[in-house]
């Protein structure tokens, strides 16, 4: 397989209550992503947009708001949806005066980002922005060896039931950190299982592949 020229394939999603408590974590986990993707030229662009959509769904729908982001890659656009149950509260775009303290959200969504929507469906709305990605994805394209990115899109298979009712009440951040780290260790298990099922020696899997992680790990030490 070409490193060079991969790119992830599912999209990034994450549960969460729309909380103002919770903007900062959400904001942390989007960028984590986005530079495991090699888009590290849109991060900003995409946090503040993202902060928006969810601040929006505060305002209008209500704190505590069953909400989910989704983050995707199609043609030459990053999109970023965020999703509430609330099919009657639309955003709208309103022009604050100089000296207003709030109006501002889609505003600037509409300023940093190409394009901006809105989708309804029966029982939820989909508010979502795009921007183009062409210099950032080349930037992405010449960096060599993304483990960290095709990891995430592994994890992103063992990762994908979602969460219970009984535990959306949980610190959204925090059960995601959780979450992650059990579906890796669910995806090092079933390797093995599958090592073993080959007939070959797990203990030298495992050795020749900490060899591997400490070389390339040093390699790219400034």
């Known amino acids: 397989m070409d490193d060079s020229l991969w790119r992830p394939t599912q999209p990034w ?24 993707w090699g888009l590290h030229g849109l991060t900003e662009a995409a946090e503040l947009c993202a902060s928006e959509l969810v601040a929006n769904v505060i305002k209008h729908v209500g704190p505590g ?3 989910t982001i989704v983050v995707s890659l199609g043609g030459s ?17 309103t022009r604050a005066g100089l000296d207003a303290e709030a109006g501002r959200g889609m505003a600037l969504v ?30 992405r394209q010449r960096t060599p060896m993304p483990r960290l990115a095709r ?12 969460l219970s009712p009984t535990r959306q009440s949980v610190d959204q951040g925090r059960l995601a950190a959780v979450m992650e780290e059990e579906a890796a260790i669910n995806a090092i298990t079933d390797l093995l299982f599958w090592f073993r099922a080959q007939g070959w020696d797990i203990d030298d899997a495992l050795d020749r592949a900490q060899s591997h992680f400490e070389a390339e790990f040093e390699a790219r030490l400034p």
């Open 110 to 139: 509409d300023a940093v980002s190409d394009r901006w929507g809105v989708e309804l469906a029966g029982d939820h709305k989909v508010t979502w922005c795009e921007f183009r990605m062409d210099a950032a994805w080349g930037a």
């Open 77 to 93: 656009h990053l999109r970023i949806e965020v999703r509430d149950p609330d099919a009657r509260a639309l955003p709208t775009l």
């Open 13 to 36: 999603r994450l549960p969460f209550l729309a909380e103002a408590d919770q903007v900062w974590a959400l904001r942390r986990a989007l960028r984590m992503h986005l530079e495991y």
């Open 151 to 162: 990891a995430v899109d592994v994890l992103s298979l063992y990762s994908g039931s979602g």
């Open 65 to 67: 708001t069953p909400s």
